[in-house]
């Protein structure tokens, strides 16, 4: 019998309507023009409106995959959110995404995966599983993340760098080669205070203090040592899910990394191994967007026709928490 693989059959992508440039950001944040971009290399990036929330854009992301697999909502097994950032505690993003589909009768599934910025990466390991076990044949996954809600302009490094957007998969049963080979994440706790959003949760609450409160709902960033911490274990935690997949550096057609910062992206082709022409690259007029970085980075190579049925392609990133995640995937 032919081995059940989960298939990338369709990808979509969002974006806000609204373009922010770095050059509108530096006059924000008291530097000279062109500053941002010198130091950040970002020229712009898309901010939503308070009419975009993330099941939204999540949605409109989703009937784009959708159309490119050929499929419509009613046909889906399974919805998965994988957003770094949720619309609201509860319920989930993926009940208010399956509704914005006209799906509220269904009684399909719909709950959410979360590992922040690799939450698709996750998501696609927990669709597979789904697949593999005969459980799904045509799963969505879509991450919609707005990092403009929590920014704190005063802090330039954990502010500047970040993108709203949302980017969706539809993941079908195949039986023709299309599979996932490898998934890794490897979690470091020691590095949980280096990205932080406190509040939402029930530790820090309102009614305890109000500005301690306001203050947590703002998030907090130490660029510099989520590098250091990620930079000594990414080669060693590359070689180890290679290995998992069977494959060599020479076998992987393109690498699509989390769109973390430039610092990150310049660096990790060598740290990796990797000839940095075979990276993708999407910062520049995307920043960072958390969880939907990945995905729409990957729909991106596809859509430019530098990733083609067959190929095996290296999804890569990292997280708070300190997580590092990795995904080898023939498409």
């Known amino acids: 019998m032919a081995r059940i693989g ?3 059959a369709g990808l979509g992508v969002f974006l806000p309507e609204r373009r922010l440039s770095s050059s509108e950001l530096d006059a924000r944040i008291g530097q000279a023009e062109g500053w941002i971009e010198a130091n ?9 409106s308070p009419e975009e929330t993330s099941s939204r854009m999540g949605a409109q992301a989703a009937r784009r995959a959708l159309a490119a697999a050929g499929l419509a909502p009613a046909d889906l097994d399974v919805l998965v959110g994988a957003c770094g950032v949720m619309e609201q505690p ?3 993003t993926a009940v208010l995404i399956q509704h914005e589909l006209g799906l509220g009768a269904s009684g ?3 709950f959410d995966v979360n590992a922040t910025c690799l939450s698709f990466l996750t998501a696609l390991d927990v669709v597979a599983m789904g697949v593999r076990a005969g459980r799904w044949r045509r799963a969505l996954i ?37 599979d996932l080979l490898a998934y890794r994440l490897e979690t470091y ?7 932080v959003l406190e509040a939402g949760g029930t530790r820090v609450r309102p009614e305890t203090d109000m500005e301690a409160f306001l203050k947590a ?37 393109l690498v699509v990394p989390h769109q973390a910062s430039a610092h990150a992206l310049d660096v990790l082709p060598r740290l990796v191994g990797f000839d940095r022409d075979r990276f993708v690259d999407i910062l520049a007029d995307h920043g960072n967007q958390i969880a939907a970085s990945l995905p729409t980075a990957l729909a991106r190579a596809v859509e430019a026709g530098r990733l083609k049925r067959g190929d095996l392609v290296l999804l890569l990133g990292t997280a708070a928490g300190l997580s590092l995640g990795a995904a080898v995937v023939r498409y």
């Open 6 to 8: 989960p298939r990338i």
């Open 40 to 48: 950040f290399r970002i020229r712009e990036r898309r901010v939503a």
């Open 90 to 92: 509860i319920p989930g």
């Open 108 to 110: 399909m599934p719909a």
């Open 142 to 178: 879509v991450s919609a993340d707005i990092a403009s809600a929590g920014l704190d302009f005063s802090d330039p490094q954990g502010s500047v760098i970040f993108g709203d957007g949302a980017a969706a998969a539809v993941i079908t049963a195949d039986e023709t080669g299309s």
């Open 189 to 195: 706790s020691e590095g949980r205070d280096l990205c």
């Open 217 to 253: 709902t703002r998030f907090r960033m130490d660029g510099p040592g989520v590098f250091r911490a990620a930079g000594r274990r990414v080669p060693a935690f590359v070689d180890r899910v290679l290995a998992e997949a069977g494959v060599s550096r020479d076998e992987i057609a």
